[in-house]
């Protein structure tokens, strides 16, 4: 498959950004080329984080331009599917751990007009992955434990990237492959490499003393050393 340019994204994760000017963080990153920000809603209970709801989303819209990927990393993906049916957001992703009916989630996803993504932890197989390939837009590839940002890449994980790649050629589909957890200037390209298109970075960006600068190289990376 050879990947455009356009479907290569660095995707921000505001759950690094700082909450207290979250409109100004994004707008920083806007002006350097992002269009696209992750959005990690965690529920205390699958993750041992809580973090943020869609009224965080509703805040944000005023300030800025760009659409929404929504991370759902909850126990009960559809009660809260729902709840982030609203504009701007272009995707939602749940995880294959918490939903016993794939298809009935990912219907439900797509239904409300959205893409639909199914998310993996480090420790869960793929298994699923082909029986659900046909309904998904968006394999999510986590390659640290969700909960907290700020950890180090499991390198294991690139073995799977590449197994998605693989499982996406036999399928015969054309979904996304994202990435999140331990992206940043040492990991894009080899995570690039293995073939996943888009990467969510969190303190990578927001934790740099300029983010749109920080942005800006993590983009020309990924782009530079994409999988054709």
């Given at each position: 498959?050879?990947?455009?340019?356009?479907?290569?994204?660095?995707?921000?994760?505001?759950?690094?950004?700082?909450?207290?000017?979250?409109?100004?963080?994004?707008?920083?990153?806007?002006?350097?080329?992002?269009?696209?920000?992750?959005?990690?809603?965690?529920?205390?209970?699958?993750?041992?984080?809580?973090?943020?709801?869609?009224?965080?989303?509703?805040?944000?819209?005023?300030?800025?331009?760009?659409?929404?990927?929504?991370?759902?990393?909850?126990?009960?993906?559809?009660?809260?599917?729902?709840?982030?049916?609203?504009?701007?957001?272009?995707?939602?992703?749940?995880?294959?751990?918490?939903?016993?009916?794939?298809?009935?989630?990912?219907?439900?996803?797509?239904e409300g007009g959205r893409l639909a993504g199914i998310s993996f932890n480090p420790g869960t197989p793929l298994d699923c992955l082909p029986l659900v390939?046909?309904?998904?837009?968006?394999?999510?590839?986590?390659?640290?434990?969700p909960g907290f940002g700020g950890q180090t890449f499991i390198e294991p994980m690139r073995a799977k990237i590449r197994e998605t790649v693989a499982i996406?050629?036999?399928?015969?589909?054309?979904?996304?492959?994202?990435v999140d957890g331990g992206v940043n200037d040492k990991t894009v390209a080899l995570i690039a490499q293995d073939g996943a298109e888009e990467l969510v970075?969190?303190?990578?960006?927001?934790?740099?003393?300029?983010?749109?600068?920080?942005?800006?190289?993590?983009?020309?990376?990924?782009?530079?050393?994409?999988?054709?």
């Open positions: 498959m050879n990947v455009s340019a356009d479907r290569l994204k660095i995707l921000p994760s505001i759950l690094s950004a700082p909450f207290d000017r979250l409109g100004e963080a994004v707008c920083e990153i806007e002006k350097a080329g992002c269009g696209l920000l992750h959005v990690d809603v965690m529920d205390g209970h699958f993750v041992p984080n809580l973090t943020m709801g869609p009224l965080v989303i509703d805040s944000l819209r005023p300030a800025c331009k760009s659409e929404f990927d929504v991370h759902l990393m909850v126990s009960n993906p559809a009660q809260v599917i729902p709840w982030f049916e609203r504009e701007r957001v272009r995707s939602i992703t749940i995880h294959a751990e918490t939903e016993p009916h794939l298809h009935v989630r990912l219907r439900q996803i797509k390939a046909d309904q998904v837009d968006i394999v999510l590839i986590m390659t640290v434990n996406r050629e036999r399928c015969g589909k054309d979904f996304i492959i994202q970075a969190g303190n990578a960006v927001f934790g740099a003393s300029d983010p749109a600068e920080a942005y800006r190289k993590l983009d020309d990376l990924l782009k530079q050393n994409a999988k054709s």
